[in-house]
């Protein structure tokens, strides 16, 4: 059962810990095949099941170094239903893929959870589409229709929440809230951007905010940024004004490279790891109601361990 669904522990203000960019260190640093980025299907086998568990302790193993609390997301961004016919899953395997993706991180929770470094399992939702590109825009009653299978398979699990990651326009994201608050499930809306701090569709994130809680009595507990270099949303942080002590967690990418020119990339991007430190500590430094840290693309282990070295003396000072 839930441990933390009816009061999220980050939202106390101490730093929790997330993990780095999941498929991207599978893929390049493990050297494993995810089709469709779908890290969900290495929970077909043993040993796709050890590299997830891997993967996971060497988070857990960064919040107990720093002793900070700790967001665990499950490897299910594209386990939703139009990603998993392309891999041939049935309603029911796929609902058993989200369920098995819980359970290895109760696992984790069980071996790592102290008093001093509390976990929170988070139940991750993708798009439907593509995470950069808004391509299969719905409304809001088909977004929370099709997204709610997911969530109410997160809520008879052990998941304290749920959050949606990479949303690229509003009414998916307000769609997914509309689904959490049926299924009575905590829910965090993390948004990406491009370049110039819009979201894709041009909009801003002041407006996407407005947009969203406007339309479920600001029901999200939160929200967050992801898939974006700190220097892409940098300046509409910088005000420090109102609507961004909604935003709470940022998870970056590494490069400081554009959606599109990610897509048409070679070679990881891994940036610099001390530098993406430093940038955190710049933005939480500012903003101390921002304490959910983590990665995405090109960020794995060594970018975290950075994020939190420069970032938790912020929190104990």
């Excluded at 997160?154 to 304290?160: E, K, L, P, R, T």
Aim: aromatic residues 8%; proline residues 4%.
């Amino acid at each position: 059962m839930s441990k933390y669904r009816r009061a999220l522990p980050q939202l106390g203000g101490r730093l929790f810990l997330s993990d780095g960019g999941i498929e991207t260190t599978l893929i390049f640093h493990d050297g494993l095949e995810l089709p469709y980025f779908a890290a969900f299907d290495l929970l077909r086998t043993p040993e796709g099941t050890d590299a997830l568990r891997r993967y996971f302790r060497s988070y857990a193993a960064l919040a107990a170094k720093h002793g900070t609390g700790l967001i665990l997301e499950s490897a299910t961004w594209r386990a939703s239903a139009d990603w998993a016919s392309k891999l041939r899953y049935t309603s029911d395997q796929l609902a058993d893929a989200n369920l098995k993706a819980v359970s290895l991180l109760e696992d984790i929770r069980r071996e790592s959870e102290t008093d001093r470094t509390p976990v929170v399992i988070s139940g991750c939702v993708g798009p439907r589409g593509d995470g950069y590109v808004p391509d299969q825009a719905m409304s809001e009653a088909d977004a929370a229709q099709y997204h709610r299978a997911q969530i109410e398979t997160f809520a008879a699990s052990a998941a304290d929440m749920v959050c949606a990651i990479t949303m690229n326009y509003t009414a998916e994201a307000a769609g997914i809230a509309r689904a959490a608050r049926h299924a009575a499930m905590p829910v965090a809306i993390s948004f990406t951007v491009e370049t110039d701090g819009r979201l894709p569709t041009g909009q801003t994130l002041k407006d996407a905010i407005a947009t969203v809680d406007a339309s479920t009595d600001s029901y999200p507990s939160y929200y967050m940024i992801n898939c974006a270099h700190p220097t892409h949303f940098k300046s509409v942080l910088d005000g420090g004004e109102s609507w961004t002590r909604r935003i709470r967690g940022l998870r970056a990418n590494a490069s400081r490279m554009s959606h599109a020119e990610l897509n048409e990339a070679p070679a990881l991007d891994e940036g610099d790891p001390v530098e993406l430190g430093r940038q955190y500590a710049a933005l939480t430094g500012r903003l101390g109601w921002v304490n959910v840290l983590g990665g995405c693309c090109g960020t794995d282990d060594r970018h975290v361990d950075q994020i939190a070295r420069t970032c938790a003396p912020l929190f104990t000072a």
